[in-house]
């Protein structure tokens, strides 16, 4: 049962613990009140945890507001905290530049952030789901990716749980099905307008029918050896980090530029990412370009030379060290 296949899995990851606080992002659609309810569930065993529902009101579907007082009657009638917020997103996509889907994720995770310091929890679950994750692989892989992009959604990352996603959609659809969940349907799903739809909708159900009817099993496993691999690759990047390492502050790293170069060349890409996602914090903005024109400069020695890869980062050659400076 898929219950059980769950908590099993919870159990042998430690992804949720005794005393735990979780803030639980919940849409109202098929996959959020799987999870919510599966969650309610495993709290009826010996996982003494607290959870709390936090739900936000994109304000672009005309549905939006039944969705809202649906999540908001559910957790009325189960007894479980519930915090919503309303937001324009699609204003705000104008007025940052940036698409509507990019838009929404960044000012839910925001939301769940804040609902997390405000109730003092600990974690995060999102409800994305095996499909999700395939989904997610797919689009890594149209647009250019390498290794890291393979790897697909996390399971756990910081504070962020995903108890969903070895499960399919199928799956949480009959989940809900049998436990009478009757949840909302996003009507938006199913328009074209979006990248993920078309691969939703068009591009893996083509390639199920006409080349893998196993297309989205195909695809988590690729992310799962990925997984694998990159975290190996990962520990002996942190090591020869540590090795070429000279100094190390909040706001500059600098590594030896010779030993740096010694490195084979997957290594120096690995390790300019891990520099600046520790000065930076992330890497956001920060493309294979940037990271190869990073590695020709420290080849070539140029001194006095930097460069600037994104808005948040410098990378600069002095006195034969290579510095990461967060601006």
Not at 28 to 41: A, I, N, Q, W
Not at 43 to 70: G, P, Q, T, W
Not at 198 to 227: C, D, G, H, M
Not at 232 to 250: A, R, V
Request: proline share 2%; aromatic share 6%.
């Amino acid at each position: 049962m898929l219950i059980e296949k769950i908590e099993k899995m919870v159990r042998t990851e430690k992804l949720i613990e005794y005393g735990d606080t979780i803030v639980v992002g919940v849409s109202g659609g098929p996959d959020s009140m799987c999870l919510l309810h599966v969650l309610e569930e495993l709290r009826k065993k010996d996982m003494a945890f607290d959870i709390v529902v936090a739900h936000i009101n994109h304000m672009i579907r005309v549905n939006s507001i039944l969705d809202e007082e649906y999540v908001e009657d559910y957790c009325k009638r189960k007894g479980i905290p519930v915090f919503i917020k309303r937001i324009q997103v699609e204003e705000i996509a104008k007025q940052k530049k940036i698409g509507t889907e990019e838009t929404g994720r960044i000012v839910r995770y925001q939301f769940f952030k804040e609902i997390k310091e405000q109730v003092g929890a600990n974690k995060i679950a999102t409800a994305h789901n095996a499909n999700d994750n395939a989904e997610t692989v797919l689009l890594n892989v149209i647009r250019g990716c390498g290794l890291t992009g393979l790897k697909g959604i996390e399971l756990k990352s910081n504070e962020l749980i995903r108890p969903l996603i070895e499960i399919t959609r199928n799956e949480i659809e009959k989940y809900c099905e049998e436990n009478q969940l009757k949840p909302r349907i996003d009507e938006s799903n199913e328009q074209l307008i979006y990248q993920r739809n078309k691969i939703r909708n068009v591009v893996i159900p083509y390639i199920q029918k006409e080349f893998n009817p196993n297309f989205i099993t195909t695809l988590n496993k690729l992310s799962q050896i990925a997984k694998e691999e990159s975290k190996y690759i990962e520990e002996n990047t942190k090591k020869i980090y540590e090795s070429i390492l000279i100094q190390e502050g909040k706001k500059q790293i600098s590594i030896d530029i010779k030993k740096f170069n010694l490195q084979e060349r997957v290594i120096k890409k690995r390790i300019v990412r891990y520099t600046i996602h520790k000065v930076a914090g992330n890497v956001q903005g920060l493309q294979n370009i940037h990271i190869e024109d990073i590695i020709t400069l420290c080849e070539k020695e140029i001194g006095n030379k930097y460069l600037a890869p994104n808005k948040n980062i410098r990378v600069c050659i002095k006195n034969k060290k290579i510095f990461f400076e967060a601006l």
